[in-house]
């Protein structure tokens, strides 16, 4: 259904506000009747105690007033007159109780007396005098002997119930205005917690640095955030088990490769001794990009104000000096907060790769409204399409262009992206249209904005 | 009397030390090992030593720490042998005041090249003008030695490439000295086995960029009349 809403807190407020109103349609109807009877017996109750007073005043004051007292006695609702016969046959009395009742109030005896209340429901009436817009007649009619002999007759019509009005209807709105927002804030407030953890759960599988979820705040979304930190430093701890041992492997492999480079040294044979130092020359290359990849972050380098422009430039003129064909377009400064170091060594990556499979590369900074991006166009032969993605899993190099003795471990795009998630960012590749590959190296703009803050 | 340099190999790896020794007299130096710190102060009194080749990761006591107590009290330079790839190491290692580093696994080539280098300078220049330790202010600017990084005043790093940062140490290191062409390759060449083919004049302007306020109108690195160039600064060593 469309008007449902989609978030927790829509849905709340929604559900607050259909139980006001069954709530409220239920009081309705059982109140309804009773205000309605109440209503009755008061205005029932007035007229006879109208007619009380006025049969009094007749019977004690001069014949040429009663025109004047009748008047004034009488109302739209209810009509009054004095005439010779009475209106209501003798012994007509429904309720006989409230005849009774009337006859005491006014010391006469009960034939003198005359009542009649329609029986039929005061709604009735009212509908009925409603629908046909004439009189169905009087609701009640009293007839009452004077002294001087003359009946008074009276008759009623239903006065209208007055109407359940726009009170009734500012206060149900008002009241459902108010549990739709308490209850809309308090499911933001309850499913804050929940929108954190869909944060953090969302960065932990980018490989994102962060901090533990707070373990504080209700029982319920304590234990969720207690239970996911178990979670993500088990997830931790395993991975960091197994890159360790990676490294330890990368990283012992030192002492041969050195001790084979220094023997190496001294063989004779010139042909031999350069392939086997080309081959060792490879074997580093390996270890070192496996540590890399092992280390990852583990440096623990700490987060600094950089002007990125300068680094890039600097990564850019270094590789460069080593005779790599690249080219870095010059921009504006940007300050941001990184990791320089290990910037530099995915921006490198990139660099690495661009240079090595198109001549050129072209390394230029743009801005957009929610990332900078550092751009490494090349002018190789790309990537197929449906390896864009795939290259960056660890140790896959591409059959044909990306051959063994082509060098590397297959690791650098992996590295350059570890890095890139875990300041927020990521690394794309695309075939660009007017051939080779661009990479992106994005950052998350509200990095910058943070340092910009500081400054 | 053989009157060629004498190097301390000091490395718990015996097939290094030994084949490095024997590389470094293969090339007319002349070498003694040691697996230990221990060993390698015995050496260091029995013997004059005119550098140390020494690897940060030893058993016991550590090459930083070593070379850290080396600094107290003798003048004897210092090449650390570092893990590969790994930044601390190599900043720490210039921190306490290491002439030069290599990451294992080294070219014994690059050694050789670097062991020569920093022979030449220590023979120049007093140890107290020794690289990699400190830092140098001049205007707004802190150029960290060991990190190779130029901070502003509000700390905000801005990268160096490798021949900027040789560049403008070679200037910073000699305020108001005009230096030709020729002498700034010579000085920016001094570490570096790989040719410096970037030309001078390109890299100059790109310092101007990021360290002049103007850079149309530098007011730090002037052109001097002819050919070279000069730091007009104010340095200071901390």
Redesign the interface.
Known sequence: MRLWPKSLAGRLAAFLVLTLVVAQVVTFVLFAGERVTTFRNAYRDDMVTRLVSLVRLLEETPPELHQRLIATASSALLHIDLAAEPILLSGEAAPPDLRDRLAVALHKSTDDVRLAVSLSGWRAQHRKMQRNRHRPGPWASVSVRLASGKWLNASADVPPVPRLGSVFLVSFLISALAVAAVGALGVKWASKPLNQLAGAAERLGRGERFDPLPETGPRETRQANVAFNQMRSRLERFIRDRTTMLAAVA?D???P???L???A??IDDKEAKSKILET?AEM?TM??AV??FA?GDA?N?PT????LT??V???V??A???GKHVRFTESQKR?LSCR??AL?RALGNLIDNATFYGRNAEVTIETTANETRILIDDDGPGIPKEALEHVFDPFVRLEGSRSRDTGGAGLGLAIARSIARSHGGDVRLENRPQGGLRAIFALPNDVLGR?AD?? | MDHSPHILIVDD?R??RD??A??LV?HGLRASVAENAEAARKLMRAAKIDLIVLDIMMPGEDGLTLTRSIRENQDIPVILLT??????DRIVGLEVGADDYLP??????ELLARIKAVLRRARVMPRAAAPGRGQLCFDRWKLDLARR?LL?E???????????FRLLLALLERPGMVLTRDQLLDLTRGRSV?P???SIDNQIS?LRR?IERDPRNPSLIKTAWGDGYSFAGEVQRR
Not at chain 1, 304 to 307: F, G, T, W
Not at chain 2, 83 to 88: P, S
């Open positions: 990283h492999l030192r002492t490769i050195t001790t480079r220094l023997r040294e001294f060792l580093q270890a070192e540590l890399a280390r440096e380098e600094r104000p950089v002007d300068a680094l430039e600097s990564i003129e270094d460069a000096a080593k300050t320089p170091f530099r340092v500081q400054a | 790896q097939d290094i084949l490095l024997r590389f293969k893990a590969m790839g790994d930044e601390t294992k696994p080294f070219n014994p080539r990084e502003d509000h700390g905000v790093s801005v990268a160096l490439s490798s021949g900027e790989q410096f083919d970037r790109r990021k």
